[in-house]
C-alpha cells in the first residue's frame, strides 16, 4: 500500500513537473528569439553558472541539494539543445572566404549559424544593416598591430549595435605547398595585420612581404599559384581547407597575441547584472582648450574606469576627431543615465555602441587575425 502511495505521488509530481516543463520552455522559446534577434550565441556559461549558484540554495537538504543540482543542469542541457534548434538558421556575415580567421570566429561564437563570406568589412557589416543577415562577426582589434580602424569607423557612422566582444588566441603558421622546403620560400602572403604580427620572422629570413585582402585568399593564392618559392601566413585550419603543409608553426612574434572579435546586429542587447562588464562609448567634443578634459572628468565623476580610450580621424572632415571608448560598469544604471546626460552637455555627440561581457572566449585555443 505504501508503495503505491509512494508510486501515486511520483506520477502526480510528474505531471507537475510535465507541465511546468512546458511552461520553462515557452520561456526558453522567449530566450532563443532574443538572443536571435542581437545576434548573441546561446551558451552563455557565466549565467549558467549564476542560476545552478543561486538555485541551489532552493534544498536545504544537502544530499538531495547535489541532485538536484544535477537534475537542474540536465534540465539547462535540454534548454540549450532547443535553443540551438531554433537558432539554426542563423545567418552570420564575415569578412573573407571559408578559412579566413573571421570565418573560424563567426563558426567558434555561432556553431549553428550559417556563415555568409563578404568581400569586406564593410559589405558584412551593411548585410546585417540591410536584414541579409542577422549578425556580422567583424575583428575590432588586435593585442599586438592595434585597432582595426575600418570597422571603429562602421561603428561610428552606421546604426548597428555590439552585442558581445570575443578573445581569440592568434597563432600565424608558414604555408607551403606540399613538400615545399622552407629555407627555399623568398615570397609571403597575408593580410597586412598578419604580415604586421610576423614582421621579425619575416624580416630575420630575408622574406618579401605582399599584401592580401585576408589570409584565406592569400593561402589560396599561394595553392593556385603552385610556386614553392611563394608561402603564406595563416591558421592551420586555413592549411587544411587548401591543401597546403605547415612550413612552420607559430611565426608571430607574440606568444600571446589575441584578436578581439565584435558581434553586431540591429537591436541593442540590455547588458544585465555581469561581472567584469561594460560598454562602448562613441563622442566627439568641442574644438575648444580642454574639450577632452570635460568628458573625461565627467566619466571619472561617475565613478567610470575607462579601459580603452583612442581617437579616430573623421572621414567627412579634415583634422577632426571621434573617440572611441571602452567603459566598466553599466550605462542603464542611474549613475550611467546622468553620466551620458551629463556628456550629452559638453560633447556635440555621444553614443553608446554596444555591451561587452569580460572575459568572453570563443573557444580556448583559437586562432584569429
Known amino acids: 500500500m505504501e508503495l503505491n502511495e509512494a508510486r501515486e505521488r511520483i506520477r502526480q509530481a510528474d505531471e507537475a513537473m510535465a507541465a511546468l516543463f512546458v511552461r520553462r520552455m515557452e520561456a526558453v522559446h522567449t530566450v532563443a528569439e532574443y538572443k536571435r534577434a542581437r545576434g548573441l550565441p546561446v551558451e552563455d556559461p557565466a549565467q ?3 542560476v545552478l549558484e543561486g538555485r541551489g540554495a ?40 571559408e578559412g579566413a580567421f573571421a ?20 559589405e558584412a557589416y551593411h548585410a546585417v544593416a540591410s536584414g541579409d543577415c542577422d549578425t556580422a562577426v567583424l575583428p575590432i582589434e588586435n593585442s599586438y598591430a592595434g585597432e582595426v580602424g575600418q570597422v571603429l ?37 597575408s593580410h597586412p595585420q598578419a604580415l604586421q604580427q610576423c614582421q621579425t620572422y619575416i624580416r630575420e629570413h630575408g622574406l618579401t612581404a605582399r599584401s592580401a585582402e585576408n589570409t584565406a585568399l592569400a ?8 610556386d614553392p618559392a611563394v608561402a603564406a601566413i595563416a591558421s592551420a585550419e586555413t592549411a587544411e581547407r587548401y591543401g597546403l603543409e605547415i612550413l612552420e608553426r607559430q611565426i608571430n612574434a607574440s606568444e600571446t597575441n589575441t584578436t578581439r572579435f565584435a558581434v553586431f546586429s540591429r537591436t541593442l542587447a540590455q547588458m544585465g547584472k555581469r561581472e567584469g562588464g561594460g560598454f562602448l562609448l562613441l563622442f566627439m567634443v568641442k574644438d575648444e582648450a580642454g574639450g577632452l578634459a570635460k ?27 571621434y573617440f572611441y571608448a571602452e567603459l566598466e560598469g553599466d550605462d542603464c544604471s ?36
Request: glycine share 8%.
Open 48 to 50: 549558467e553558472a549564476r
Open 58 to 97: 532552493l534544498v536545504e537538504d544537502p544530499v538531495l541539494r547535489e541532485y538536484y543540482m544535477l537534475f537542474l543542469q540536465h534540465v539547462m542541457d535540454v534548454s540549450k539543445l532547443f535553443q540551438h534548434r531554433l537558432t539554426e538558421g542563423l545567418r552570420v556575415a564575415y569578412s573573407g572566404v
Open 103 to 122: 570565418h573560424i570566429a563567426a563558426r567558434r561564437i555561432f556553431p549553428d549559424g550559417t556563415p555568409v563570406s563578404c568581400p569586406g568589412f564593410e
Open 153 to 189: 569607423d562602421l561603428m561610428f557612422s552606421g546604426n548597428l549595435y555590439v552585442n558581445g566582444v570575443y578573445d581569440l588566441a592568434v597563432t600565424q603558421n608558414l604555408l607551403g605547398l606540399p613538400g615545399a622546403d622552407r629555407s627555399a620560400i623568398r615570397t609571403v602572403v
Open 219 to 226: 593561402a589560396r593564392q599561394v595553392a593556385e599559384g603552385r
Open 295 to 321: 568628458a573625461i572628468n565627467i566619466i571619472s565623476a561617475y565613478g567610470y574606469n575607462m579601459r580603452v580610450l583612442r581617437s579616430r580621424p573623421m572621414k567627412n572632415l579634415s583634422w577632426h576627431y
Open 334 to 369: 542611474e549613475d550611467g543615465r546622468r553620466m551620458l546626460s551629463a556628456l550629452h552637455g559638453v560633447c556635440p555627440m555621444v553614443k553608446v555602441a554596444g555591451h561587452y561581457s569580460a572575459p568572453e572566449n570563443a573557444h580556448q585555443g583559437g586562432e584569429t587575425i
